[in-house]
């Protein structure tokens, strides 16, 4: 099993960057597909970056295309979402989650964390 806690989330401005990172428990979380996803308010929860074990593939949501970049640092059980050019559209909730050597998809992931709050003013 593998526990995820994000961080990172805060109030921006349009334009702006911003980077969050999720921190994994255990000794084997190279070993899992990383996720990450968010949800705005009154909206279900939407896909928006994957990354495979090793970090050599990766899959984005149309809507971040050329504006986020997933990334991890397997020695230090972390991912991250390096977030430019936000977009007050981009405010949702974000959520890191895993899946045990998993396809780079948007669907079947069995571990999440609990969110961390993302805000882009106009």
């Known amino acids: 099993q593998v526990q995820l806690v994000e961080s990172g989330g805060g109030l921006v401005q349009a334009g702006d960057p911003l980077r969050l990172s999720c921190a994994a428990s255990?000794?084997?979380?190279?070993?899992?597909?990383m996720g990450w996803f968010r949800q705005a308010p009154r909206k279900e929860r939407e896909f928006v970056a994957a990354?495979?074990?090793?970090?050599?593939?990766?899959n984005y949501a149309d809507a971040v295309k050329g504006r986020f970049t997933i990334s991890r640092d397997n020695a230090e059980n972390t991912v991250y979402l390096q977030m430019n050019s936000l977009k007050p559209e981009d405010t949702a909730v974000y959520y890191c989650?895993?899946?045990?050597?998993?396809?780079?998809?948007?669907?079947?992931?069995?571990?999440w964390g609990q969110g961390t709050q993302v805000t882009v003013s106009s």
């Open positions: 989650a895993a899946k045990y050597w998993g396809a780079v998809t948007t669907t079947s992931y069995n571990y």
């Open positions: 990354l495979s074990c090793t970090g050599g593939v990766t």
């Open positions: 255990g000794r084997t979380f190279s070993s899992y597909t």
